[in-house]
């Protein structure tokens, strides 16, 4: 990693602005959503472990879960001078990490989380500009703030870009 990369990990977000970039790594079943506005060269990221907040006990940060991860992240965006109409989110992972066990759960937590970010967006009224999503590969994803590109990563596959 260069100066210039900020690792977001688990349960985190990170607001930053161009030249930085912003790295999640090992996305299984979490979601790593990016928020950009290019007039400004601001966005953030959240790395999303979670769909709902409603479950948990005790003390946890927001960044955990994309019912509460997203709104507070769209205001720090903000905050750090994008403009709301110019946000476009692109979200990554979401993969069914354990697909070849049985699974509790009628619908997988990678898929769950992806459905949650996607309503949390709606909700807030941010376009979605492109996903990389589900699956059963683990993802890196890097999120440029100079052009807003993000760099998908996966082992023993071609680069891909969002």
Known sequence: MDEESRVVGIAE????Q???R???FGLGS??????????TKTGGMAHVMLPSSRLRSGEAPPGKYADTALGILAAEVEKAGARRG??????VGGA??????PQ????????????????KLAELDIPIAGEAVGGNRGRTMVFNLEDGRVEIRILNQPMQYL
């Open 30 to 39: 979490c979601v790593g959503v990016t928020l950009y506005d290019g007039k």
């Open 22 to 24: 912003l790295v999640a």
């Open 13 to 16: 977000m990170t607001v930053a």
């Open 104 to 119: 509790s759960a009628p619908v997988p937590i990678g898929l769950r989380n992806v459905d949650a970010v996607r309503q």
């Open 18 to 20: 161009s030249p930085q």
């Open 86 to 91: 110019n946000l476009e989110a692109k979200i």
């Open 96 to 101: 069914n990490m354990f697909s070849d066990l």
